[in-house]
């Protein structure tokens, strides 16, 4: 990996998961057989969220280490907002309390249209999860909210998740490398 080419310290990392409770969260969390309203799934991903946050996110950057997490709280306001119709002041509140107001420098977010994505998911040997399993207007939503959450954010960057992987590497790459203060002008 580049970043730890570059001589820094990385911590790789997902949610929801990355600590015990958040696996054991990730496990009911897409359950196809659980049927879970859409506040409890909001609750259910910041409260892996909270653990996350105190055991892996925040002594990794206190010690000076860089952080990539698979998903965090634009997640949360994409499914749970977009997706589920949930308040996304409340959803918003929820995050913030969870986090304790910590904020990702950068959000990179692949952009896929749902035809695309549907024949990726098709074309995996493995059963869909409960969230994968949702109509194509539940992931419409979704999508329509990461890519409004980063219109005009200084700290998001739109990616082509059509792109062969190669590309979209290297273009992952740049946003990363440039400087926070590049981003915000």
């Known amino acids: ?5 570059s001589g820094r310290e990385v911590v790789e990392t997902r949610e929801p998961g ?21 506040s409890s799934e909001s609750f259910l991903v910041n409260a892996a969220r909270a653990q996350h946050v105190a055991d892996v996110i925040r002594p990794a950057l206190e010690a000076g280490r860089s952080v990539i997490s ?5 997640s949360t306001l994409a499914y749970q907002g977009y997706g589920r119709g949930l308040d996304l002041d409340r959803l918003r509140r929820l995050c913030s309390s969870a986090t304790g107001d910590l904020e990702p420098d950068l959000v990179l977010v692949l952009d896929l249209p749902l035809d695309v994505a ?11 999860d409960r969230i994968e399993a949702e109509g ?4 419409e939503r979704v999508r329509h909210g990461f890519l409004a959450l980063a219109a005009g954010s200084p700290r998001h960057r739109v990616l082509d998740a059509t792109l062969p992987a190669e590309r979209l590497i290297e273009q992952a790459w740049q946003a990363i490398e440039t400087p926070a203060d590049a981003r915000l002008s």
């Open 136 to 139: 194509d207007a539940f992931h």
């Open 118 to 128: 549907q024949a990726r998911l098709a074309a995996r040997p493995e059963r869909r």
């Open 18 to 38: 990355g600590t015990p409770l958040g696996d054991a969260i990730r496990e009911i969390f897409l359950n196809r057989s659980i049927s879970i309203t859409p």
């Open 1 to 5: 990996m580049r970043l730890r080419a």
């Open 70 to 74: 698979d998903r965090f709280t634009d």
